[in-house]
């Protein structure tokens, strides 16, 4: 093997063969190192292969001598999958059998497992441990319908007809795939593996982006094209060797482990050139591309390896990673930014999105930023095209940018000059914010956006951990040579550690420097967007208060520093499937109209009358609310504030609700003796599914309460929740004896895991049930986080508790006068419980089941696409039930069991090692 080539032939591959090869033998082009070519041309900054392979030796070298100590890898994988308008299953817009069978092909050969086509006795083959999971969620955190699969009708994106890519003189053009399909459908590097599937043109049938490794030595700063990064497969090539799509020698997924394997850093065999290195000693040198799968021999007279992953043989020959391959692709996972970063995302679990990644975390406050002496806590992103700059005076280019900052002397903007336009991306990253004691926050900045009309845009992202990145402001094209003012209210983030980060996207021109300056973030005032009001208009102090909308407004104003108005209505509202069909009491009500352009993570705020509580006793304001749309919809929350002081949340609430009208009792005991001042504050999501709407607002002073249920006097109750690590499984109503919801709440999409949440209220004598609910099916303790709740009066009589129940858990429950009598019975409706262990196992696992009955349950074990590989029936005993399940036909990697019991499913993950 040669150590070290100094040149990168890069001829036609067609000149490789050493062959005859049939027509459709051609198929098996593979553009990646054409592409690695061409982009590096466009991006100097990235130094040559050499270099790459410079910096990348010295780091095997020490994985090979320090050995693994590595977990397997987990890479979340979705296949953005172009299609002309054609029905799922048709055309390009191929099934999701050949995606998951895809996955499956990956996971077979990059794991080596046993019984599989991705298996070799080979002495050199070796288990990569590397393996990929279906994406369960999108960017901003929604569920997919289809693991895994985006699918694209590109004459939704205006995009051209394919194939895509052109063919002159038999050399493939990606031009059109890089510049514009991919940064139009690219979702985030660091949580995904981008997989395009499409028609591509010149017999082309892949190619992938080899990794960045920006910031390391010898290779320069520049991230390197993190908008074009990963693979592009053509549509015909997805399937399995079990599951093949159509006829043909290269339709059985090995394209995908081929392509996916550049991706990780691996090259050819025959090292692109006549007996060329593929750095990799125990792959022996080749004189070319193989095709089919012949018995031919090297350059050294052994044996060539034309069944390893990384020649062009057929797919049915392909088999085998070496040790010294998956010694490069380790190196790789561990020292190339954006590949390492790929094995911590969530994107494959239900939470989804990815975690923070912050450098530090900001508790103290208020914050403040001028970039005078530094970058500060703001650090440059790896997921980028190029870096942000500081900078004193005016930018180098002239007619954009500033001529000096906004305060102090230093600020930050992103340079627009070639090589950074068009249509490249600038992230900085703030610090973590901790807002979890705070209760208000709000990001204030100046920016400056002067150039030409289409000199691109510059957003404010946020994102908490577990979810997505989310666009809370943002701003393009000239905006005249100034600074201007933006203040972003943060009231959606408190309760959580935030990261927030810049991304300015370049545009067609040079002229598009855009800065940053003044960096502020306030916690307990008003200030923000929107802001802290202008004070009370009216006062109220005879009670009860009542407000329906029915003629106008009423004591209610509009706020002038949102981003928009409340409406009142009669009937629908305009957009379907969102927002109330008719007010809940009389005619009329308000709501927010959350279509463009009202969103997205827009503001409306209702301002109230001052309310004088200074001779009353209790106080409670009860209203009617309605969240119906998507599950991203945004948020509603109620805010008070005494006279003279700072907003506070006294309740809110978050995603779909459903499509009904639903009651809310807040306890305003902390106001008394003084005088409140109440708002709502709407915030859009990022869909336009969104209305919110409120009605039937009371604020009484008896000692009843007021509000549904009936009247009379109450008592005061405190209920507690401690979420698992699944709160948006977690919800609770209080029904009447009737059966009628008169509270509830949940479920709670936006809290933390394991975090604690205070609920106040005061409900009128009589009798109840309280349940709690969890979607999954399996309590809030123990499985997943040691969660648990608590429901009490105000003299610490306990009313309702628990943490480990199934699906629902219900106790009864009376209140009366004098003795505050409780009668609980608790009536769970599902009392199971599943252990599994030993976990991770070998070749058993042992099941304990609890149960509240005897009866014959469903049991199945579960692969990560969802596809069932055993299952049976179990009878089992009231109380605790064990049986041993044999597992070592199963290859390793994760599964599920999942227990059917009544119709409800119980769910434990396990691990088969090998």
Known sequence: MHLKISTIFLLLLTTFFVRPIQAQDQLRRCHTMEADAELR??????GTLDEFEEWLAPRVRTFQKEGNGRAVSTIPIIFHIIHDGDAVGSGDNISALYVNAQIQQLNDDFRRILGTSGYNTHPAGADSEIEFCAAAVDPNGNPLSEPGINRINRNSKGWSAPPYGTCIGGDFGDAYIENTIKPESQWDPNDYLNVWVMDINCSILGYAQFPSSSGLSGLG?????????????????????GTPQGSGVYNKGRTGTHEIGHFFGLRHIWGDQTCGTDYCNDTPEATGPASGCPNSTTCDGVQDMVENYMDYSYDDCMNIFTGDQKARMQTVLQNSPRRGILANSTACTSTGGGGLSCASTVSSFPYNEGFESGFGGWSQSSADDFDWSRNSGGTPSSNTGPSGAAGGSWYVFTEASSPNYPSLGSILNSPCFDLSAESSASFAFEYHLYGAADMGGLQLQAKIDGGGWNTIWSVSGNQGNSWQSASVDLASYLGETVQLRFVGTTGATWQGDMGVDEISLTTGGGGGNPGGGGGCTTSVSTFPYDEGFESSFGDWSQDNSDDFDWLRLSGGTPSGTTGPSSAVEGSYYAYIESSSPNYSNLSAVLNGPCFDLSGESQATFIFQYHLYGASNMGSLSLEARPSGGNWS????LSGNQGNSWQEASVNLAAYLGGSVELRFVGITGTTWQGDMAIDALELSTSTGGGGNPGTGDCTDVTLSITFDNYPEETSWEI???????????????SEPDGST?????????GCYDFTIFDAYGDGICCSYGNGSYSFTTDNGTVLASGSSFGSSETTSFCLSAGSREVTRVSRADTRETIQAFPNPTRDQLTVVYESKESTDVNWRIVDLLGKTIQSAKWPIDAGFNQQSLRVDHLPAGTYLLVIEHNGQPHTQRFVVSR
């Open 221 to 241: 700063s520049n991230g390197g094209a993190a908008a074009t990064d990963g693979v592009v497969l053509l549509t015909s090539s997805l399937g399995s060797t």
């Open 735 to 749: 029904t009447d004896g009737s059966g009628a919801v008169v509270y509830s709440g949940g479920t709670y999409d």
């Open 757 to 765: 949440i205070t609920l106040t209220g005061c409900i009128p004598y």
């Open 649 to 652: 949340s006294v309740w809110s």
């Open 41 to 46: 041309a466009r991006y100097p900054q990235l």
